[in-house]
């Protein structure tokens, strides 16, 4: 019987910002002692040549704009979101 490698699930998004190409998506984590944080990753959405969406990890220049704005809403979002959890008595971020 062949060996399944186990299958590893990416965290689901909590928020996801897209500006142009540029998908910033937002995650909460949790470090080893407890400590809850936010954090995004930036991504290049494209069509492959057989049309199916994809996603890169590396930019063109002219995507500068768009990775500005869409890093600037996303730290928007966290911090508007760490307000609102301190507004509630939820401390933990």
Do not use: C
Request: no cysteine; proline share 3%; charged share 25%.
């Amino acid at each position: 019987m062949p060996d399944k490698k186990p299958t590893t699930s990416k965290p689901a998004a909590i928020q996801t910002i897209r500006v142009g190409n540029v998908i910033a998506a937002i995650f909460e984590n949790s470090s080893l002692s407890g400590y809850r944080f936010m954090s995004y990753t930036l991504e290049r959405s494209f069509l492959t040549s057989s049309g199916r969406q994809s996603r890169g990890l590396g930019f063109f220049a002219e995507s500068l704009e768009d990775l500005i704005q869409a890093a600037t809403q996303a730290t928007a979002w966290i911090r508007d979101k760490q307000r609102a959890d301190a507004a509630r008595g939820d401390d933990s971020h």
